[in-house]
Nanobody, 129 residues
Framework: QVQLVESGGGLVQAGGSLRLSCAAS??????????MGWFRQAPGKEREFIAA????????YYAEYTKGRFTISRDNAKNTVYLQMNSLRPEDTAVYYC????????????????????WGQGTQVTVSS
């Protein structure tokens, strides 16, 4: 079993920045065996893909609306994944989740939430105008 705990959310003004962290733990869990993704869900909306990073951290994927503003990274030694968010907008307000994806999934599945196995409880990000 793996536990994912997101942190770093909060209230920020439009144009501000936040850095989210996702710490993974588990008795036999090793983060490097998984690709990692960030998703978000706003009230009344579907959960949507934000970004993903391969197990080595060498390849990243982003939803179009995040490019140039968000950066995903990982530190396998710390079993932690990060999401740096800059130039935040009120429409970025949502609960943000991290999740693990087995490495056998191809690039075409990075944005598919059904291919992710374990999810954190989420962290709230609120951007005021």
């Amino acid at each position: 079993q793996v536990q994912l705990v997101e942190s770093g959310g909060g209230l920020v003004q439009a144009g501000g920045s936040l850095r989210l962290s996702c710490a993974a733990s588990g008795r036999t869990f090793t983060l490097r065996y998984y690709s990692m993704g960030w998703f978000r869900q706003a009230p009344g909306k579907e959960r949507e893909f934000i970004a993903a990073v391969t197990w080595s951290g060498g390849i990243t994927y982003y939803a179009e609306y995040t490019k140039g503003r968000f950066t995903i990274s990982r530190d396998n030694a710390k079993n932690t994944v990060y999401l740096q968010m800059n130039s935040l907008r009120p429409e970025d307000t949502a609960v943000y989740y991290c999740a693990t994806q087995p490495t056998y999934y191809s690039d075409s599945k990075r944005a598919d939430s059904s291919t992710y196995e374990s999810w954190g409880q989420g962290t709230q990000v609120t951007v005021s105008s």
